[in-house]
Each structure stands twice: as structure tokens, then as C-alpha cells.
């Protein structure tokens, strides 16, 4: 692994430069020991591979999450910055906006995705994931990424939000392009743009008004039109960010939980034992394997950070994922343990931007994790995981297992 140099010139001093490359496939493949490297490095380092800052420790990565108007997301939120090259798709009205346009856009999203309309949709996902049980102890043998982790949502996401039934299998290829869009121009982000065009047709369709079932997510969003609170040209953009950043991160969460309970047999008879522990057996997933391993902001001014100076208009890398596992902030960080405390974890992000579809997520992963605890006595890996490589997503392609009936 790269050790730090200390450059005499370029980059400000005292900031260690690596060579790193997080978005490279052998990053990817094991990020924990480079996790390490940076964050021992100090609590900002300079990445001279593309030429930004990064910030891997605990305390860095939540002070810059929560100082938006230093730390901006108008600029992108993945290494393009705006205000330099045109973005590759019209910005996200949310994710990529900073107040007061984000404050706007956010309650109407916040509203769509309420603790009261989750009381409303519980049922149905819980009744679904039961279904989905009921088919896997049918098969015994299966793969818990294809036929569960993305299955399940799959199965309820897209009917909760209004989606017509054609088209559908444009989802999952449509949220990966997003998210490999925000990495560099390796070859992952120039494969997928340049394979993107029947992805965003699609979803350019399926965003309109007459497209989306009444009583939807979707529909809610564009009943807010009607009350002034968003424009016509806003509702579709707004859906668009429920159709990029709602399924392909709850695959990549639910896959993270069941590969650490299948890893785990200790943490899944805890489960097994106590199934009201689901909620906070999926959150510690989130913290353990981080879905979402990174974003980027862009600074507005010349602003001092542990230390460090950074000047206006650099790109700082958040690295969600080491975050979440820095022993200054962790005990045991490298355990797996669905007692643990999780509260404070980044794996949703932190302050103003902090996922605004955190409930579904959870409501989603503690009654998968629920009914799979009840039923199921056993998940037993069978074969060997294959890992799905993205620019920002961490998750498996496939994991081989076999369950035993309760
Ligand atoms: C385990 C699943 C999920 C994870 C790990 C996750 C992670 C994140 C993270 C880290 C952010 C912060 C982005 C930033 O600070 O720049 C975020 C924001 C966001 N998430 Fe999620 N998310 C998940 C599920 C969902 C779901 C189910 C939805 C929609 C139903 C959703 C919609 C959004 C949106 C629209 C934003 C932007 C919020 C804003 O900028 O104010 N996410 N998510």
C-alpha cells in the first residue's frame, strides 16, 4: 500500500499526499486496509491520483457533512464539478442543490417519505417479505443477492411508488449508471454513460405525471404542484431522485445485512433469539459494510479542517464507509454486532442532506430481517461471493447460500 509523501511544492503543506486510488477495482475489492492508510495518514490528505482532498476519519467526514455552505453539493457530488464541465445528466434538485433550492425540494420529499405514509406501506412491505420467505424455503438453495436482497425491493419498491409494470428491468442499470457517474472517468463511469441512453429514456417517461399510478410516492410528488409548492418542470426530476437513489442502495443494504448474518452465526442467533432486534441488525449493516462508501462536496471558500487549509473551489472526498469504522470514534469498529449503538453512523450521511428515504430503507430491511429470522434456523454460504464493482456502491453480485426451515 502507498505510504504518504509530504510535498515540498503543489498542494498546500503539511497535508500528506498519497497515490491511492479509491475508485480503482483492487480498492474496491478490499478498501479496509487503504481505510487504514488514510486514515492514519491525517485527518485530511491530498489524493494526487485526481488531484482532490480526502477526509476518511470519523470527525472530518461529519464536520464536512455538516457545514453544507462551506462544503457544498450545487457543484456535484461525485469528482465533476459544475460549475467546470457540464454535468452528464440536468442536476439532482435534492442531492446536488444547496439551500435554500434544497429546502424546498427536501420538504416535499420529506413529506412523501413521512413516518405516517411508512405506518401506511408497512403491512404490504411486511406481507411481501414473508412471500419472499415463503418462496426461498421453497428453493432452500439460492442466490441471496439476485432472488432476496434484490428480489425483496423489487417486489414493492417500484408498485409503492407508482411505476408502470413495462420497463421495469431499466431500474437496477439505470441507479448503478447514477452512481458510477459519480467516480472519476475510469472505465466504470465512461461504460455506463456511454451505454445510458434506453436507461434515461426510460426514466424520463416513467417520471411524468400520467405515468405514475394514483396514491404513489410518485403522484404524491406531483400533487404537491397543485398546492405551488413545486413547479410541473420540478415534480419529474424530483421522482427521478426516488427512482436513482431508492432500490439499488436497499439491494446493496439488504445484501450487506444477510452476507453479515450468514458471516456471523453468532449475530444471527442473536437475531434468531430476539427477532425485535431486526431494525438494529440492519442499521449496523449499514455501518459495517457502508452501501454508500462515498460522496464528494465542493468547498465555497478557503476554509481551515483539522488542521489543514484547503482553498475555494476544491473537491474533498467523503469516505463514508472508513468513517464508519474509524476505531477513534468505534469500538471494535471491525466487529459486526447488532446490539452495538449505531446512532451517529454516516452510512445515510449526516445534517442537512441525510437520506431523505432513510425510513423506507430501515422499514425495509428490519421486516426482511424479521420474517428471515422467524422462519428461517440456518443460512449457510455455499459458494464463493462475487463482488459488483461501482464508483460508489459497495455490495455483492452473488452470494451462493442455503437455508434450514425454523
Ligand atoms: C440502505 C439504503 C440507503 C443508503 C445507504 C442511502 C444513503 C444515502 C446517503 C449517504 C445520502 C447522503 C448524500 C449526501 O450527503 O450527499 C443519501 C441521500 C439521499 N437518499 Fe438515500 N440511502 C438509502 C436509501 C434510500 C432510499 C430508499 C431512498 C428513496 C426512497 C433514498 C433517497 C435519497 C435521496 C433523495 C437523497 C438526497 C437527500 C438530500 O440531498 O437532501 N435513499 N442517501
Excluded at 435534492?94 to 417519505?113: M, Q
Excluded at 413495462?166 to 441507479?175: C, D, K, Q, S
Excluded at 396514491?215 to 426516488?242: K, Q
Amino acid at each position: 500500500m502507498s505510504a504518504a509523501s509530504f510535498a515540498s511544492t503543489g498542494g498546500p503543506p503539511a497535508i500528506p499526499h498519497l497515490d491511492v486510488d479509491p475508485f480503482a477495482i483492487g480498492f474496491f475489492a478490499d478498501p479496509f486496509p487503504t481505510h487504514d492508510v488514510l486514515r492514519d495518514a491525517g485527518p485530511v490528505v491530498y489524493l494526487d491520483k485526481w488531484n482532490v482532498y480526502g477526509v476518511a476519519r470519523y470527525a472530518e467526514v461529519h464536520a464536512v457533512l455538516n457545514d453544507p455552505m462551506t462544503f457544498c453539493s450545487s457543484r456535484g457530488v461525485g469528482l465533476s464539478d459544475f460549475k467546470k464541465e457540464k454535468p452528464w445528466r440536468p442536476p439532482s434538485l435534492i442531492l446536488e442543490a444547496d439551500p435554500p433550492a434544497h429546502t424546498r425540494t427536501r420538504a416535499v420529499l420529506s413529506r412523501v417519505l413521512s413516518p405516517t405514509v411508512m405506518k401506511q406501506v408497512r403491512d404490504r412491505f411486511a406481507a411481501a417479505a414473508e412471500e419472499r420467505v415463503d418462496l426461498l424455503l421453497e428453493k432452500r438453495s439460492f442466490d441471496a443477492i439476485a432472488d432476496l436482497a434484490e428480489a425483496y425491493p423489487l417486489s414493492i419498491f417500484p408498485d409503492a411508488l407508482g411505476l408502470r409494470p413495462e420497463g421495469r428491468e431499466h431500474l437496477i442499470p439505470y441507479a448503478s449508471l447514477v452512481f458510477n457517474a459519480f467516480g472519476p472517468p475510469n472505465q466504470l463511469r465512461q461504460e455506463a454513460i456511454e451505454r445510458s441512453a434506453p436507461h434515461q429514456a426510460y426514466i424520463a417517461e416513467q417520471c411524468q405525471r400520467e405515468n405514475l399510478a394514483p396514491g404513489g410516492f410518485g403522484a404524491c410528488i406531483h400533487a404537491r404542484v397543485d398546492e405551488g409548492e413545486i413547479t410541473a418542470t420540478e415534480a419529474p426530476l424530483l421522482v427521478r431522485s426516488l427512482l436513482s437513489a431508492g432500490l439499488d442502495t436497499t439491494v446493496n443494504g439488504i445484501g450487506a445485512a444477510v452476507y453479515c448474518l450468514a458471516r456471523f452465526p453468532d449475530q444471527w442467533q442473536r437475531l434468531r433469539d430476539d427477532p425485535t432486534l431486526a431494525r438494529n441488525a440492519f442499521e449496523e449493516a449499514v455501518r459495517f459494510e457502508s452501501p454508500v462508501q462515498t460522496f464528494f462536496r465542493t468547498t465555497t471558500r478557503e476554509v481551515e479542517l483539522g488542521g489543514a487549509v484547503i482553498g475555494e473551489g476544491e473537491k474533498v472526498l467523503m469516505f463514508l464507509g472508513a468513517a464508519n469504522r474509524d476505531p477513534r470514534r468505534w469500538d471494535k469498529p471491525d466487529t459486526y454486532d447488532i446490539t452495538r449503538r449505531t446512532s451517529g453512523h454516516v452510512g445515510f450521511g449526516s445534517g442537512i442532506h441525510m437520506c431523505v428515504g432513510q425510513l423506507v430503507a430501515r422499514l425495509e430491511g428490519e421486516v426482511m430481517l424479521s420474517a428471515l429470522a422467524r422462519r428461517i434456523a440456518k443460512i449457510e454460504i455455499t459458494g464463493e461471493p462475487k463482488r459488483r464493482f461501482n464508483n460508489t456502491l459497495r455490495g455483492l453480485d452473488s452470494l451462493p447460500v442455503t437455508i434450514t426451515p425454523a
